[in-house]
Every structure is written in structure tokens, then in C-alpha cells.
């Protein structure tokens, strides 16, 4: 399993010979600059909610690519009627893929269209592929929930928020990784605008002084589980 930061919010993962695109927020991102959304492949497209920030290019890779969209009933519905393809799913529920498993489970979060629309409840994913099982969280808040992953999934990866403003900062998503069994960490929704820059060193120092391992890839980088 290949993972690839594309900035905020924004992974591309290759798995079981597949590419996913999840919450694509490119174009809109001058730190992305270096990132062509035309060349980027893509089998499905994963949304944890509705926010400008995470759908900004959704319709341009899935018109590129004939993605399949897979996000909350709403989300999806939403992107059907405009033609697309789209996989829905809602909290608890999972779905065997050709590349694996996802499981939709609990955020804390809001989630709206930029044209306001309804964009139902944010959620995460669980992804249980070539013997790899990662957690992405999306955007929320530190929640008791996320104790009930390990019960069912024991993660290789936990790819948490550590922004603060609008999700968890830094010390909530180590006490994330507690709750989730997880101590290997990739941190994204960071640094994009002013309201998400953190310390990078202090960052990866915190989590290191409780024996975790926070890893804040730069834009374009990649790791392999």
C-alpha cells in the first residue's frame, strides 16, 4: 500500500493495483502548486464530507478518470445527479471493494457544499487492503468513538488532523492514537491557511515523547506500508 500527500486534506493511495483519490483539494491549494490533477489516476474517489476544501476537484478528476465516488448517502446522491458514479455508504457500514475493504465510521464535524447544500454527517474511513488496515479520520474533534476502531481493526496507520482551529490539534490526536491502539501517525489538514500552521518540530517532538512516531510529509512525498 502506497500513500501520497497532496496537501491539506488531500491522499492519493494505491492498493490491491487500484488508485484512490481521497478528498481532493488541489487547484485551490497555491501549496499544491506542483501537483497536475490531470495526470493523477484514480479508480474511486473517497469524500469524508462536503467542505470546499476536501470536493474542490472532485468533478474534474472524476470527469478525467470515471472514478467511482464513495461518501455518505447525501455526497453521493448529490454527485449522481450530475451524472457520476458514485458508491454510497452511511456510519457502521462497510463494503468489500475490488482493492479491499472501507468502513465508514464516526467524525465530529460539520459538513455543507459551497453552494450550502446538504452534505449529511462527516464521517472517516477504515481501509483493510493487502494485509495493510489504515484509519483516516477527516476532519474532527478528538471523540470517544474512536476507541471502538481497534475492537474490530488493529490499524498500521492512523492518518489524523493536527491543525486545530477546525479539527483536533496536536495533543488530541495523541491521545487519538491512544484511543485508536495506534502509535505510527501520518498528520495532515496543516499549515494550508493561517488559522492550521503548526510547529512542525514540536509537532513530531510531542509525539515522540510518548513514544509515537508523527510523520508530516511535504506535498508530492510518499510512504509504503
Not at 478518470?65 to 457520476?84: C, K, M, P, Q, R
Not at 474533534?141 to 491543525?163: E, F, H, Q, W, Y
Request: charged share 20%; net charge negative.
Amino acid at each position: 500500500m502506497k500513500i501520497t500527500f497532496y496537501g491539506h486534506a488531500s491522499l492519493g493511495i494505491e492498493v490491491g493495483g487500484k488508485h484512490i483519490i481521497v478528498d481532493p483539494f488541489i487547484t485551490g491549494n497555491p501549496q499544491a502548486s506542483a501537483i497536475d490533477i490531470n495526470t493523477l489516476k484514480a479508480d474511486y474517489i473517497l469524500l469524508t464530507h462536503a467542505h470546499g476544501d476536501h470536493v474542490l476537484d472532485v468533478e474534474a478528476i472524476a470527469k478525467n478518470t470515471d472514478a467511482v465516488i464513495v461518501s455518505n448517502a447525501e455526497i453521493t446522491s448529490y454527485y449522481a445527479t450530475l451524472g457520476f458514479k458514485a458508491h454510497p455508504m452511511n456510519h457502521g457500514g462497510s463494503w468489500k471493494f475490488d482493492f479491499g475493504k472501507v468502513k465508514y465510521v464516526n467524525a465530529i464535524h460539520s459538513s455543507s457544499f459551497p453552494n450550502g447544500s446538504y452534505g449529511g454527517n462527516p464521517g472517516g474511513f477504515v481501509i483493510e487492503g493487502e494485509h495493510k488496515n489504515i484509519y483516516i479520520a477527516g476532519d474532527t474533534a478528538l471523540s470517544m468513538d474512536m476507541k471502538l476502531i481497534p475492537m474490530r481493526t488493529k490499524l498500521d496507520l492512523a492518518i489524523l488532523p493536527v491543525g486545530n482551529n477546525f479539527t483536533m490539534d496536536v495533543e488530541d490526536a495523541i491521545i487519538a492514537s491512544d484511543f485508536l491502539e495506534c502509535d505510527k501517525i501520518l498528520g495532515y489538514h496543516f499549515d494550508t491557511f493561517g488559522y492550521i500552521e503548526i510547529n512542525h518540530e514540536e509537532s513530531i517532538r510531542k509525539f515522540f515523547d510518548k513514544g509515537k512516531d508523527l510523520m508530516l510529509l511535504k506535498i508530492g512525498e510518499s510512504i509504503e506500508l
